[in-house]
């Protein structure tokens, strides 16, 4: 199946700076992208989604100004936490969207989490 | 907003059992949906993709069946295995991909 990266796989960083994570689709293109969120023991919870040369779209109740998307290629899409707080601490799980081979739908294809730690 | 409902929240068996999870939606209109695993302080793990027009899936000792008009999926697993231990999740494909709580299964040996 195709296969998604995320880098870094985990990121400890200070209150107040910025954090910045990727996700690549490594052998499709991917013209949307989708980024969520996972408290612990929760399920995961759709924030963005990412598409390629446009505006992401945002879920209700996710800050656009604190969660910067940028989908600048048809493999590559970036989250930023900006201005980073404890509270964003959590696992931030993307995906691309690709063609099933047999049949007229979509199948997700999920990276493996970055696990971020705010001090 | 979409909403997907997944029980039981948690099951434990012996091993050996087959046994079957439940995942519910709000909305008939689907694109797909999958079944997701995902074991502890990990990524998930795609199990099965049933598309809206297919009734059902199999993978090995996996089966997963599709009601849209019900609003219902099932994940049936056969013969449970320790190594089976892990949070199952239902993700249902609404043009975006919305996820259940998950139903965290321990298989005891």
């Known amino acids: 199946g195709a296969v998604v990266s995320q880098h870094p796989s985990w990121v400890i960083c200070k209150s107040g700076t910025s954090v910045k994570i990727e996700c690549r689709s490594l052998?499709?293109?991917?013209?949307?992208m989708f980024w969520y969120r996972q408290f612990p023991k929760q399920s995961l919870m759709l924030m963005a989604t990412s598409n390629e040369g446009s505006k992401a779209t945002y879920e209700q109740g996710v800050e656009k100004d604190k969660f910067l998307i940028n989908h600048a290629s048809l493999t590559l899409s970036t989250l930023t936490v900006t201005s980073a707080h404890p509270e964003d601490s959590s696992f931030y799980i993307c995906?691309?969207?690709?063609?099933?081979?047999?049949?007229?739908?979509?199948?997700?294809?999920f990276g493996p989490g970055t696990r971020l730690t705010v001090t | 907003k979409q909403e997907v409902t997944q029980i039981p929240a948690a099951l434990s068996v012996p091993e050996g059992e087959n046994l079957v999870l439940n995942c519910s939606f709000t909305d008939s209109a689907i694109y797909n949906l999958q079944w997701f695993r995902q074991d502890p302080g990990k990524g998930l793990t795609s199990l099965l993709l049933i598309q809206s027009s297919q009734r059902e899936q199999t993978s090995g000792r996996l089966n997963a069946s599709l009601d849209k008009s019900s609003g219902r999926s099932t994940l049936y697993i056969a013969a449970s295995q320790p190594g089976d231990s892990a949070t199952y999740l239902c993700?249902?494909?609404?043009?975006?991909?919305?996820f259940g709580s998950g139903t965290k299964l321990n298989v005891k040996p």
């Open positions: 993700a249902v494909d609404f043009n975006k991909f919305y």
């Open positions: 052998d499709f293109q991917a013209t949307t």
């Open positions: 995906s691309a969207r690709a063609p099933v081979t047999k049949g007229s739908s979509y199948e997700q294809y």
